[in-house]
């Protein structure tokens, strides 16, 4: 089972609810939020999925791009979103949760709520710090890919994982980490008890370091690193559907 890669936006008009940006991980594309996608489509709500720059080509296309430029895709992902006229959640798998925390703390003001799965804050890999020096040594090591428990799906990423890339992503941690604090919008987050690419840890770090006050955490029991393709996909399609919901209710209940 393999799904279109390109970016792909739903755009409902005045039905609208409100609309989300979905966001995809590291050496993956918009494949993997697609099915997401289409359920908040169906659900009522405006979708935005960009492709991150240098993703959806080869390992060495992506080498060549930094997470200045992928913050900067999402951020003008958000423009459009906000351009729709409808309050505007970010949603993001792994490093797609990272940025969207970035996003948030950039321009939580914009943001009417977060939805995370298996994001990734910190680096857990006993060798990372190794990777600015490695990239000239080792351009490229082992595709990090489909950490799926279905055995018939299959995640769309690079053949192989550029360490160049990998050394910019872990810059993007360590600006986001120490400034989590300054998220303080509604925040659902979504984990899977087993994860092969990403600690479950991290999900406990990024809700012990923001400010939110309405945090949900749900645990995925039966679901590995990609969850939005895994057995609990439907968990977090209809969970973040009700979270949205909620949220707008919130809003509009206050203007009223």
């Known amino acids: 089972m393999t799904i279109d890669s390109e970016e792909f936006t739903f755009d409902l008009g005045s039905d609208a609810k409100a609309t989300m940006v979905l966001c995809h991980g590291f050496t993956s594309d918009p494949a993997s939020m697609r099915p997401w996608g289409e359920h908040l489509r169906d659900a009522g709500f405006n979708v935005i999925a960009p492709l991150l720059p240098g993703h959806g ?12 430029q992928w913050y900067a895709r999402l951020e003008a992902a958000l423009d459009e979103a ?5 309050p505007v959640f970010a949603g993001g798998l792994s490093m797609g949760g ?4 970035r996003l948030a703390e950039q321009r939580g003001g914009d943001l009417a709520g977060l939805v995370l799965v298996n994001p990734a804050i910190f680096d857990s890999t006993p060798q990372g710090f190794l990777a600015p020096v490695l990239r000239y040594v080792m351009p490229s090591v082992a595709a990090i890919g489909s950490d799926l428990n279905k055995p018939d799906v299959r995640e769309k990423t690079t053949a192989r994982t550029p360490v160049a890339a990998y050394a910019s992503l872990r810059q993007l941690w360590k600006v986001t980490r120490p400034e ?5 919008v509604p925040l659902r987050i979504f984990t899977s008890a087993e994860d092969h690419v990403v600690n479950p840890r991290n999900s406990a770090v990024v809700r012990a370091g923001v400010r939110s006050k309405d945090v949900v955490a749900t645990v ?13 996909a439907e968990t977090i399609f209809s969970g973040s559907a009700e979270f949205m919901e909620r949220q707008v209710a919130k809003t509009r209940g206050v203007h009223d």
């Open 98 to 101: 990272s940025l969207c925390l």
């Open 180 to 184: 989590l604090a300054r998220v303080t």
């Open 57 to 68: 080509d080869t390992w060495q296309v992506l080498a060549k791009a930094n997470w200045q």
């Open 220 to 232: 995925l029991p039966r679901s590995f690193h990609v969850a939005t393709l895994d057995y609990d």
């Open 82 to 86: 906000l351009a729709l006229g409808r």
